[in-house]
């Protein structure tokens, strides 16, 4: 069974693209500059393939997935 994982922002390599937020927008919202905020949920086994895809086509690659505490 997958378990569920969380999403990291790196702050240095972000750069308010907003591609994340367009991907993932369950998790993702942009502030008024354009960078994102996280909703701090973990994301669940059924979205983890679009939160590796908002990751994976992060334009400055600084999202980042991990395994989310257990419960």
Do not use: F, V
């Amino acid at each position: 069974m997958n378990q569920p994982t969380k999403i990291t922002i790196n702050w240095t390599s972000c750069q308010s693209h907003g591609l994340c937020a367009e991907l993932l927008p369950d998790h993702i919202t942009l502030d008024e500059w354009g960078y994102p905020l996280l909703d701090n949920t973990p994301i669940p086994p059924s979205t983890t393939k679009r939160a590796r895809r908002a990751a994976s086509n992060c334009p400055t690659l600084a999202l980042k997935l991990t395994p989310s505490a257990a419960p």
